[in-house]
């Protein structure tokens, strides 16, 4: 879900886009940032956080994974996915 939002909705090169990318090196910015957790919530219904705080340490996706995992326990199969390479 968050590798697919990425590539779909922010059109991020799929190759680039791996667990172990960090979001500066998908150049994501702020603005970026949320316009992602944007559709994150719309699309699929998740809670994300009003502080973005977390992410201003240039975070890997299975970090940001596993923090939307850590304020929402529904985001579980999200982190696992990230994880595994699958989504």
Excluded: C, W
């Excluded at 316009?35 to 975070?59: C, R």
Aim: charged residues 25%; proline residues 6%.
């Amino acid at each position: 879900m968050l590798i697919t939002t990425l590539v779909e909705d922010l059109g991020q090169d799929p190759e680039a886009v791996r667990p172990d990318t960090r979001l500066g090196e998908l150049e994501v910015d702020s603005l970026a940032l949320l316009e992602l957790l944007t559709i994150l919530e719309d699309e699929h219904h998740l809670q994300m956080p009003d502080d973005v705080g977390a992410f201003s340490n240039d975070p890997t996706l299975a970090e940001v994974a596993d923090y939307l995992q850590s304020v929402q326990g529904s985001a579980a199969p999200l982190a696992d996915a990230v994880k595994d390479g699958a989504v």
